[in-house]
T-cell receptor
Framework: ETGVTQSPTHLIKTRGQQVTLRCSSQSGHNTVSWYQQALGQGPQFIFQYYREEENGRGNFPPRFSGLQFPNYSSELNVNALELDDSALYLC????????????FGPGTRLTVT | KQEVTQIPAALSVPEGENLVLNCSFT??????LQWFRQDPGKGLTSLLL?????REQTSGRLNASLDKSSGRSTLYIAASQPGDSATYLCAPNASGGSYIPTFGRGTSLIVHP
């Protein structure tokens, strides 16, 4: 059984550009959540997808968007990148939307210059 | 809005000490609370999950307690080891149908040999 994987590991983008981050859920998991973790901070909830539908959203602007595919893998898209978007982006999957154990991937480190 | 505070922010101790990490949260209407470990630049690893009806959970040298009414949780680490060096994050989950935790900033722990 493979765990949660994320790609790419590191990414450097320029302010104003767009970025897509990818996440493969743990096998059998239908729920995926995305978090942003700035340096020295705890993870902040961005949004959650359950069976391809958005199931909750944190306090992030609309330029943060997501998708979940039929195989339950997921993408996080960020448009019009700002310097403050530099952070570790974490993906976590769970067996079901009401399952309380989330399994985290290693994260994607995004640097915006 | 749930606010989570973790004290101390950082801790540096010699190997073998018993440790106490504190977490407080403002909204006591939680469904459960989870403690995570995070190694530098990495994803999160779940350590213990306590349901709101429970008072404590134990796993090896780790013991987590929960006082829901006062909005507090404590993580005890017995006989600390250098391998315990990491950041420890507390994350209460509000009542509801989904698992969307709120994270504190964490306690950064260094255990010296």
């Amino acid at each position: 059984e493979t765990g949660v994987t994320q790609s790419p590991t590191h990414l450097i983008k320029t302010r104003g550009q767009q970025v897509t981050l990818r996440c493969s859920s743990q096998s059998g998991h239908n729920t995926v959540s995305w978090y942003q973790q700035a340096l020295g901070q705890g993870p902040q909830f961005i949004f959650q997808y359950y069976r391809e539908e958005e199931n909750g959203r944190g306090n992030f602007p609309p330029r943060f968007s997501g998708l979940q595919f039929p195989n339950y893998s997921s993408e996080l898209n960020v448009n019009a990148l700002e310097l403050d978007d530099s952070a570790l982006y974490l993906c976590a999957s769970s067996l079901d939307v009401k399952a309380y154990e989330q399994y985290f991937g290693p994260g994607t480190r995004l640097t915006v210059t | 809005k749930q606010e989570v505070t973790q004290i101390p922010a950082a801790l540096s101790v010699p190997e073998g000490e018993n440790l106490v990490l504190n977490c407080s949260f403002t909204d006591s209407a939680i469904y459960n609370l989870q403690w995570f470990r995070q190694d530098p630049g990495k994803g999160l690893t779940s350590l213990l999950l306590i349901q709101s009806s429970q008072r404590e959970q134990t796993s090896g040298r780790l013991n987590a307690s929960l006082d829901k009414s006062s909005g507090r949780s404590t993580l005890y680490i017995a006989a600390s080891q250098p391998g315990d060096s990491a950041t420890y994050l507390c994350a209460p989950n509000a009542s509801g149908g989904s698992y969307i935790p709120t994270f504190g900033r964490g306690t950064s722990l260094i255990v010296h040999p």
